[in-house]
């Protein structure tokens, strides 16, 4: 029997790959939600015959009931929306909105009980530990779609958890891989967009480019596999073909490689713990000829020191300087700020956020509020 999936972010980069491969492996689509995009999300529900279908934007969410109204699809609106297709009760919810948007949802989804396939770094980001939590008590599994930490749930598999000494995270290093700080102050949302590797959204390519993308992936693995940022290296491995590794207690590494397509971290997600055919280009390794490791530039790319200093002060810290992030980055998308402002930014925020150990969802929040909030002000001034 097909596996059923919910698909949250579906006009995005990351689900219009994941419909890709729902076509392909003959899926059961049961609903869809996005932001605001009406054309690709009437064009997928019809295509896949969906239950439900929510835009975020009421107002678009609107129009779509209208154009939908030759058929069955309810269709719903807002946040509230997007959390009720989250909750169709499915095999597994796909997340792939982006930013803290993916976080009520996601719990949605676990209140549906529905295992997570998990694009939405920010979920784990501001608020791993209460998801973990409420996962853990509800029996459902979390299954990384990120391709860094699909890699290391890969090579996790056949080896005891407990024997897990090291991860080994890869960055491309984005497009400013080399620059010095003087060189950065003139970089355009043009350069900054160049990404080397991987074609994504928007906001996670400028994240690529800060390095605060591999920062928030420091946190999701603390989250996902129970390691210290301690023990997680980040190596720059300029080629994006070793997705992540892990090193065991008897000091074999033990990595997964393949051509940089999300296609396939995402099947996996879908087909684990079986595995599914061939969905993107096959490896060449003699085509790869060699591959390069080199200790990232923590100093230059403040962001990425920024997000370790946070896991490790925990609490509401990786909230902060989340959510400022998500701030700065729109505000430089929006030609608003210049390129350096955006760790800057994120730093003020680290620095605003008092320690806390004990927080609420609405803490975290609450949290990403008044770091937004600091951005702007800092930014009007
Ligand atoms: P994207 O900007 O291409 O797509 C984002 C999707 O989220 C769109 O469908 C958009 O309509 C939807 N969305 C935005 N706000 C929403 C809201 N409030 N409610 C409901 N839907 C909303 O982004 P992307 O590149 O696909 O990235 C999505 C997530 O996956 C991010 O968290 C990103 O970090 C992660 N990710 C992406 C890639 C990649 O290759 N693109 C790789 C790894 C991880
Ligand atoms: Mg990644």
């Given at each position: 029997?097909?596996?059923?999936?919910?698909?949250?972010?579906?006009?995005?980069?990351?689900?219009?790959?994941?419909?890709?491969?729902?076509?392909?492996?003959?899926?059961?689509?049961?609903?869809l939600?996005?932001?605001?995009?009406?054309?690709?999300?009437?064009?997928?529900?019809?295509?896949?015959?969906?239950?439900?279908?929510?835009?975020?934007?009421?107002?678009?969410?609107?129009?779509?009931?209208?154009?939908?109204?030759?058929?069955?699809?309810?269709?719903?609106?807002?946040e509230?929306?997007?959390?009720r297709?989250?909750?169709?009760?499915?095999?597994?919810?796909?997340?792939?909105?982006?930013?803290?948007?993916?976080?009520?949802?996601?719990?949605?989804?676990?209140?549906?009980?529905?295992d997570?396939?998990?694009?939405?770094?920010?979920?784990?980001?501001t608020?791993?530990?209460?998801?973990?939590?409420?996962?853990?008590?509800?029996?459902?599994?979390?299954?990384?779609?990120?391709?860094e930490?699909?890699?290391?749930?890969?090579?996790?598999?056949?080896?005891?958890?407990?024997?897990?000494t090291?991860?080994?995270?890869?960055?491309?290093?984005?497009?400013?891989?080399?620059?010095?700080?003087?060189?950065?102050?003139?970089v355009?949302?043009?350069?900054?967009?160049?990404?080397?590797?991987?074609?994504?959204?928007?906001k996670?390519?400028?994240?690529?480019?800060?390095?605060?993308?591999?920062?928030?992936?420091?946190?999701?693995?603390?989250?996902?596999?129970?390691l210290?940022?301690?023990?997680?290296?980040?190596?720059?491995?300029?080629?994006?073909?070793?997705?992540?590794?892990?090193?065991?207690?008897?000091g074999?590494?033990?990595?997964?490689?393949?051509t940089?397509?999300?296609?396939?971290?995402?099947?996996?997600?879908f087909?684990?713990?079986?595995?599914?055919?061939?969905?993107?280009?096959?490896?060449?390794?003699?085509?790869?000829?060699?591959?390069?490791?080199?200790?990232p530039?923590?100093?230059?790319?403040?962001?990425?020191?920024?997000?370790?200093?946070?896991?490790?002060?925990?609490?509401?810290?990786?909230?902060?300087?989340?959510?400022?992030n998500?701030?700065?980055?729109?505000?430089?998308?929006?030609?608003?700020?210049?390129?350096?402002?955006?760790?800057?930014?994120?730093?003020?925020?680290?620095?605003?956020?008092?320690?806390?150990?004990?927080?609420?969802?609405?803490?975290?929040?609450?949290?990403?509020r008044?770091?937004?909030?600091?951005?702007?002000?800092?930014?009007?001034?």
């Open positions: 029997m097909s596996k059923s999936i919910v698909i949250l972010g579906a006009t995005g980069s990351i689900g219009e790959q994941a419909l890709d491969v729902a076509r392909k492996g003959g899926y059961t689509v049961l609903g939600a996005a932001g605001s995009n009406i054309d690709k999300l009437e064009a997928a529900a019809r295509e896949f015959s969906v239950q439900a279908v929510a835009l975020f934007d009421e107002n678009k969410a609107a129009v779509l009931k209208a154009r939908l109204a030759d058929t069955d699809i309810k269709v719903y609106g807002g509230e929306g997007v959390c297709v989250a909750g169709i009760k499915a095999d597994i919810t796909l997340n792939s909105i982006v930013g803290i948007a993916g976080l009520r949802p996601t719990f949605a989804a676990i209140e549906a009980g529905n997570i396939a998990l694009a939405n770094k920010e979920t784990l980001v608020a791993g530990d209460l998801v973990n939590k409420a996962m853990k008590e509800r029996g459902l599994k979390l299954l990384p779609v990120d391709s930490h699909s890699a290391i749930f890969q090579s996790l598999q056949g080896s005891p958890e407990k024997s897990l090291k991860i080994i995270l890869t960055a491309s290093g984005g497009p400013f891989y080399g620059k010095t700080a003087a060189e950065l102050e003139k355009t949302v043009a350069d900054a967009l160049k990404h080397p590797n991987w074609s994504m959204g928007a996670i390519t400028i994240d690529s480019a800060t390095l605060m993308n591999k920062g928030l992936e420091v946190i999701e693995a603390v989250h996902l596999f129970g210290s940022a301690d023990d997680i290296e980040v190596l720059v491995h300029r080629q994006s073909i070793l997705h992540s590794a892990v090193e065991f207690s008897d074999a590494v033990i990595g997964q490689l393949g940089p397509d999300m296609r396939l971290p995402i099947q996996y997600a087909t684990y713990p079986d595995r599914g055919e061939l969905c993107c280009e096959r490896l060449s390794l003699a085509d790869v000829g060699t591959m390069t490791f080199a200790r530039d923590t100093k230059t790319f403040r962001c990425l020191q920024l997000c370790i200093d946070a896991i490790k002060a925990g609490g509401l810290k990786p909230a902060a300087v989340n959510g400022a998500e701030e700065a980055v729109a505000l430089f998308l929006a030609g608003k700020i210049k390129f350096l402002d955006i760790p800057r930014l994120v730093e003020l925020a680290f620095n605003a956020q008092p320690e806390v150990k004990d927080f609420t969802l609405e803490d975290v929040f609450e949290a990403d008044r770091a937004r909030a600091l951005v702007r002000a800092e930014v009007d001034n």
